[in-house]
């Protein structure tokens, strides 16, 4: 603890609120909330913890608090705080864990869809289904079965849909408001369970229709019948009740956290959602969070009721969704709640080797480097590297690597502006100038380690830059190569030596992967480039085409082929005036 944190801890109160957890740079790391501040914020710094755990607290420079005056306001202030900073170190559920809905539109003329996204919108929305296909299924069911709109846009006469009686034709007919509400409640209802008495109701139709030799209707009927059975009677009925409800279930080993939840729909056990993550608080205060990320920011559709494990705070959950949560003591409630914790619990166990394999190859490899290198560990690490032939476009590029991953969002790509052809030491002066003085004017997380793709000399113009410039302190390492062209050296230090690391250790994998990865981003940018720029060079001569009307054309057509085969008209549609259209395409035809 540095005297800052021992002060603060002095300080804290026996009340509810949130805590943010801030690294040596005064980012976000984590945010957490407590019954009571006071013991929860302390406890990270007292006591014995998993090496996970540990990493956290060894990254904790500082924290803040906030105060609230309730577990419920606590709550939301963290699931609040946790999508406007997006800490490292807490869950955070992506978007794209997405399932289909089925969505009536709240149009005028109302559709049914198929659709992955929630909106807060007066659409209905149903589901989710367990893939694409269930839920293409049962809305080509509906399609057959009710006579809403079916096309995106009102055409402008009647179309094969109004023939075979599944349109009420909105096209040329006024449908009043009253019947469209009565089939979408009808769809509703079908979609929540009622789907037995549209099958009761089919049947009498069919028996009907074969009692008056109509033959054909009732081949129909019982044809809608049999689909109604096809797609809507898959699956054996977990429930009487058709309670549409969401069950939570969890398991915790290591340090590591699995909930499953599974979804319950008409009845029937239709799906399941994974989560793996680390845990940092107690399992329950975890649940919580996790559930109103899980209905927030993933956007899932509220079910009308949720089933939770013992030891969860059901009323928080509840006056959070305001929808009714129950912790199950019989029954077949009971029954569903425990398998979906014996889930958990075999997911957990099946991932958790591959987890922490994983874990060895990324964060500890970067934890082996740190102590190799003898610095702080090295979680965020850019790497730079240098692009020509025979000095001509020259370029350059650099890669993030954070947690032992690739960082590709801060990629970045540079054209040298100043520095000379042939001047490699000019080029990653220019380059490490332009990236760091950047990072210091829009204050953007400084690296802990920064990578050169080359030996002392370049790893000294770095440093010149870096600290004689720019008055920064960040560790600064150089990869020289083999004569096969493989990672063979770290270079590190002052004055400069060789870092001895086993070529099988996974700080070496680490730095292999980061020097492959610098390479062969520069390399496809200097192809890219110089493919360009000779694209570029092929249009030189063309009549009235001068260097932006050369970059408007391979814009448009994507390839010098595609230029020489165009018409006038087409070149006169990507931007040419036609005198010069007609000059450009009389060129390449006498080329021919």
Not at 204 to 221: D, G, Q, T, V, W
Not at 429 to 441: D, F, P, S
Request: hydrophobic letters at 35%.
């Amino acid at each position: 603890m540095n005297e800052i944190i021992e002060h603060k801890l002095s300080l804290l109160p026996d009340l509810p609120g949130c805590y943010l957890m801030k690294d040596r740079q005064g980012t976000i790391i984590y945010v957490g909330k407590a019954k009571i501040l006071k013991n929860r914020v302390r406890s990270y710094f007292t006591g014995s913890h998993d090496a996970k755990t540990q990493r956290l607290v060894g990254e904790i420079e500082n924290f803040e608090y906030i105060v609230t005056s309730s577990d419920i306001e606590a709550l939301i202030l963290e699931l609040n705080l946790i999508k406007q900073y997006d800490p490292k170190y807490n869950i955070m559920l992506k978007d794209d864990k997405t399932y289909p809905y089925l969505k009536i539109t709240a149009e005028r003329h109302p559709k049914l869809i198929v659709t992955r996204q929630l909106k807060k919108d007066k659409g209905k929305y149903f589901g989710p289904y367990p893939n694409a296909t269930a839920a293409h299924e049962t809305k080509k069911l509906l399609d057959r079965l009710y006579p809403y709109r079916k096309c995106h846009k009102l055409p402008d006469r009647v179309c094969l849909y109004f023939h075979l009686g599944q349109c009420l034709a909105p096209c040329v007919k006024d449908i009043p408001h009253e019947t469209y509400k009565e089939m979408v409640d009808d769809i509703s209802r079908f979609l929540n369970g009622g789907y037995k008495t549209v099958k009761k109701e089919l049947t009498e139709k069919m028996s009907a229709a074969a009692e008056n030799l109509e033959f054909e209707r009732a081949k129909e009927y019982r044809d809608q019948i049999a689909n109604i059975e096809a797609v809507m009677e898959k699956q054996t009925m977990m429930m009487n009740d058709f309670t549409d409800r969401d069950v939570f279930g969890y398991a915790v080993d290591k340090g590591w956290m699995c909930v499953q939840v599974f979804f319950v729909r008409q009845g029937k056990l239709i799906e399941r959602d994974v989560s793996l993550f680390p845990l940092y608080q107690d399992p329950e205060e975890e649940m919580l969070t996790f559930i109103g990320q899980f209905y927030g920011k993933s956007g899932h559709l509220l079910p009308k009721e949720i089933l939770l494990p013992e030891g969860v705070n059901h009323e928080l959950v509840q006056q959070l969704l305001k929808v009714n949560v129950l912790i199950p003591q019989r029954g077949k409630k009971k029954d569903l709640l425990k398998l979906s914790m014996k889930n958990a619990e075999i997911s957990l166990r099946e991932k958790f080797q591959l987890i922490e394999k994983q874990e060895q190859r990324t964060i500890g490899a970067c934890e082996d480097l740190g102590i190799a290198m003898n610095i702080a560990t090295p979680l965020r690490i850019e790497a730079f590297d240098n692009s020509h032939t025979g000095g001509v476009d020259p370029v350059s590029a650099m890669v993030s690597f954070v947690d032992g991953k690739p960082n590709r969002k801060d990629y970045r790509k540079y054209k040298t502006k100043t520095a000379a052809a042939h001047d490699d030491y000019g080029a990653m002066r220019e380059v490490i100038r332009r990236r760091y003085t950047r990072v210091l004017k829009e204050d953007l997380p400084l690296p802990d380690l920064i990578i050169i793709d080359g030996g002392k000399g370049q790893m000294e113009i770095a440093r010149e830059v870096i600290e004689d410039e720019l008055g920064l302190s960040i560790p600064i390492a150089g990869l020289a190569k083999d004569d096969k062209h493989q990672t063979a050296q770290l270079l590190y230090g002052c004055p400069i030596e060789v870092v001895p690391l086993k070529r099988t250790s996974e700080a070496f994998y680490l730095l292999q992967r980061i020097q492959d990865e610098v390479h062969r981003f520069v390399i496809t940018f200097h192809r890219q480039r110089r493919d360009s720029q000779s694209m570029m060079s092929a249009l030189d001569g063309l009549p009235g085409v001068g260097p932006k009307r050369k970059k408007q054309l391979l814009q448009h057509f994507g390839s010098m082929k595609k230029i020489k085969e165009a018409s006038t008209e087409q070149l006169k549609e990507a931007g040419l005036p036609i005198k010069v259209a007609e000059s450009v395409h009389l060129y390449f035809t006498k080329e021919k």
